[in-house]
């Protein structure tokens, strides 16, 4: 595109002044923009970071580290800091490019064997039975799908009421701002 821009990418020795002509550039140029570089991907990590959801059960948190090679706990930590822990550790990953589907393949797979866990420890053995994709997609299904509920008698009569009074309310507003517009240098009431 135009002259002036720095070469081709992060790191280049070279800034272009004019078409065909470069200049050399110093290591206190290249060490300013590798510093400059790091600060935008710390902002953009920071930006992602208040994006992702992140699990509130503690256990859950302490799996998904354990899945991404992480310490379960440093000392000292509380269950929140370690929550804002893994969200930084996903968004830094996801803005470095570090094979970001891998890592959310890890974290799912760590939240699926809590999951299973959690339910033989409860003695629910019927659904260990059935893939766990399968039963998640029909319960997503399942909330999903829109339902309706019969109303009662006294509640039908009451949005009845309610929208006969708002309708009657609305028409004698707009008579009123009609009638003002015809007339706007007299009093309506």
């Not at 300013?32 to 902002?43: D, G, M, N, P």
């Not at 009569?157 to 009657?168: G, H, L, N, W």
């Not at 701002?177 to 309506?188: I, T």
């Amino acid at each position: 595109c135009g002259g002036g821009g720095v070469g081709s990418g992060r790191g280049a020795a070279r800034m272009e002044v004019d078409e065909g002509e470069t200049l050399a550039l110093g290591a206190a140029s290249l060490e300013a923009q590798e510093q400059h570089a790091e600060a935008l991907r710390a902002l953009e990590a920071k930006r992602k970071a208040r994006a992702i959801a992140v699990a509130t059960d503690d256990a859950e948190v302490r799996a998904q580290l354990r899945a991404l090679g992480q310490p379960v706990c440093l000392f000292g930590e509380r269950e929140g800091e370690r929550r804002d822990r893994l969200r930084e550790l996903l968004a830094r990953a996801q803005v470095d490019g570090e094979e970001w589907a891998y890592v959310q393949q890890q974290v799912a797979e760590a939240s699926r064997q809590l999951k299973r866990q959690r339910r033989r420890a409860a003695g629910e053995d019927a659904e260990d039975s059935e893939d766990e994709e399968v039963i998640a997609a029909r319960r997503e299904r399942e909330r999903k799908k829109t339902f309706y509920t019969p109303a009662s008698d006294a509640l039908v009569a009451a949005r009845k009421a309610f929208a006969s009074f708002s309708f009657d309310r609305a028409n004698a507003r707009l008579a009123a701002q009609r009638a003002w517009q015809r007339a706007p240098n007299s009093l309506v009431e």
